[in-house]
T-cell receptor, first 115, second 113 residues
Framework: AQSVTQLGSHVSVSEGALVLLRCNYS??????LFWYVQYPNQGLQLLLK??????LVKGINGFEAEFKKSETSFHLTKPSAHMSDAAEYFC?????????????FGSGTQLTVLP | NAGVTQTPKFQVLKTGQSMTLQCAQD?????MYWYRQDPGMGLRLIYY???????DKGEVPNGYNVSRLNKREFSLRLESAAPSQTSVYFC????????????FGPGTRLTVT
C-alpha cells in the first residue's frame, strides 16, 4: 500500500538558510506525490506535485522537490528561507485508481524560521 | 470563484449532541472528501464521495455519516458527538485530473466537551 513518512516533526532554520524537509514514500507502483503547506488557522494549499513527467518539480514560493526512485524520496527544498515560510508542510501520495483515488498524508513537519 | 467553502468555522458541542458540517465547492469537481486533522497525525480520511450519489468509508469513519446532496455539496454529520471527535475538520474536492490533486476548504474547528 502506498504511504509516506516525513522525517522530523519540527525543523528550524535561520532566515536565508537552506530549507530541507524530508519525505520518503512506499509504493508498489510509480507514485503521484504531493507537498502541501498549511499556514496557521488555514486549510492546505498545494505547493507542488510529481506525476512522473520530470524528476525535479518546481512549485510555488520558490520551493522545489526532487523525485529519487533509488532512494524512494521526495524531499522539499528552498535555497533561502523567508519568515513567511513558517508553516506546517505535508507530504502526500495518491493511492487507489480512477475516481476512487485518495490521498494519504504524512504526519507533517512544522517549519520555524528564525530571524 | 470561492473554491471550497465550509460552515461553520468554529463549533462547541456537548457530549451526545449532534451536528452537521457543511461543505460546498464551485469547481465542478466530481470527488469530495472529509478529513480530520489531529496534532502529530496529519490528515486522516473520514469519508469520500467519488461522484454524485456515491459515498465510501475512509480510514476513520466510525461515529460519522455523510451525504452527497448534489455535485456541489457534501455534508458530514456527527449523530452523537464524543470528546474523541474534537478535531479540525477539512473538506476537499478533486476534479479527477491526472495526478489527482485536491483543493481544501478553510476547516471547521470542533470542540466536544
Amino acid at each position: 500500500a502506498q504511504s509516506v513518512t516525513q522525517l522530523g516533526s519540527h525543523v528550524s532554520v535561520s532566515e536565508g538558510a537552506l530549507v530541507l524537509l524530508r519525505c520518503n514514500y512506499s509504493s508498489s507502483v510509480p507514485p503521484y506525490l504531493f507537498w502541501y503547506v498549511q499556514y496557521p488557522n488555514q486549510g492546505l494549499q498545494l505547493l507542488l506535485k510529481y506525476t512522473s513527467a520530470a524528476t525535479l518539480v518546481k512549485g510555488i514560493n520558490g520551493f522545489e522537490a526532487e523525485f529519487k526512485k533509488s532512494e524512494t524520496s521526495f524531499h522539499l527544498t528552498k535555497p533561502s528561507a523567508h519568515m513567511s515560510d513558517a508553516a506546517e508542510y505535508f507530504c502526500a501520495v495518491i493511492r487507489g485508481s480512477g475516481s476512487a483515488r485518495q490521498l494519504t498524508f504524512g504526519s507533517g513537519t512544522q517549519l520555524t524560521v528564525l530571524p | 470563484n470561492a473554491g471550497v467553502t465550509q460552515t461553520p468555522k468554529f463549533q462547541v458541542l456537548k457530549t451526545g449532541q449532534s451536528m452537521t458540517l457543511q461543505c460546498a465547492q464551485d469547481m465542478n469537481h466530481n470527488s469530495m472528501y472529509w478529513y480530520r486533522q489531529d496534532p502529530g497525525m496529519g490528515l486522516r480520511l473520514i469519508y469520500y464521495s467519488a461522484s454524485e450519489g456515491t459515498t465510501d468509508k475512509g480510514e476513520v469513519p466510525n461515529g460519522y455519516n455523510v451525504s452527497r446532496l448534489n455535485k456541489r455539496e457534501f455534508s458530514l454529520r456527527l449523530e452523537s458527538a464524543a470528546p474523541s471527535q474534537t478535531s479540525v475538520y477539512f473538506c476537499a474536492s478533486s476534479g479527477g485530473a491526472r495526478g489527482g490533486e485536491q483543493y481544501f476548504g478553510p476547516g471547521t474547528r470542533l470542540t466536544v466537551t
